[in-house]
């Protein structure tokens, strides 16, 4: 079935230092979506990217989507405190999964003032 | 607006013990899901459903039933609760398949 992996595992920066999370599937996807996890919280959607080589920004996170569709990357340029917690990215499955999301293990990003 | 509450946030169970774990959701999606998190672990699938009446196993079902005899109510079941159940666990619902998907609060569970 579809794998869904995710590099690196943990991130630990200094305040204004840029971060970057790598997301790559084993098989194409329709779409890939981020999601953003507080310590102690729930995932909360972010972005959704359907289109090959899509790039979106939000302020100073910048998101893409391979020319193949396997693969996808979240940028955050000049790191704040309030960006500390674990981002996900996920793919859907397929109709026999009800179109559930397969999720990567997930990069979680630490900033030190 | 609520979106999708589940209750209850935290719950300590006895070995064997069994309980239901709530959700709702009130944007009358009819995708709904059950996933649990481990820790450094991503979400991994329990049950899913499609729709009022309809559900079907996820990746990881074993020790857990649910039902859908509403569009708004998706309850998990635990039955005969073991210590690889501790986990958070995390409903979620969406509009479309494949969508965007939205999730409540969790519920922590630990089973001693």
């Known amino acids: 079935g579809q794998q869904v992996m995710q590099i690196p595992q943990y991130q630990h920066v200094q305040e204004g230092e840029d971060f970057t999370t790598y997301c790559n599937s084993s098989?194409?996807?329709?779409?890939i979506q981020w999601y953003k996890q507080r310590p102690g919280g729930h995932p909360v959607f972010l972005i959704q990217?359907?289109?090959?080589?899509e790039v979106k920004k939000q302020k100073r996170l910048t998101f893409q989507f391979g020319e193949a569709k396997k693969n996808s990357s979240l940028h955050i340029t000049a790191t704040q405190t309030t960006d500390v917690g674990t981002y996900f990215c996920?793919?859907?499955?397929?109709?026999?999964?009800?179109?559930?999301?397969?999720f990567g293990k997930g990069t979680s990003l630490l900033v030190t003032p | 607006n609520a979106g999708v509450t589940q209750t209850p946030k935290f719950r300590i169970l006895k070995i064997g013990q069994s309980m239901t774990l709530q959700c709702t959701q009130d944007?009358?999606?009819?995708?709904m899901y059950w996933y649990r998190q481990d820790p450094g672990m991503g979400l991994k699938l329990i049950y899913y459903?499609?729709?009022?009446?309809?559900?079907d196993k996820g990746e990881v079902p074993n020790g857990y039933n649910v039902s859908r005899s509403t569009t708004e109510d998706f309850p998990l079941r635990l039955e005969l609760a073991a210590p690889s159940q501790t986990s958070v666990y995390f409903c979620?619902?969406?509009?479309?398949?494949?969508?965007?998907?939205?999730f409540g609060a969790g519920t922590r569970l630990s089973v001693l």
């Open positions: 979620a619902s969406s509009p479309l398949g494949a969508g965007i998907q939205y």
């Open positions: 996920a793919g859907p499955g397929g109709s026999n999964s009800g179109y559930a999301l397969n």
């Open positions: 098989t194409t996807l329709s779409n």
């Open positions: 459903s499609v729709g009022a009446g309809i559900t």
């Open positions: 990217l359907v289109k090959s080589g």
């Open positions: 944007m009358n999606h009819n995708y």
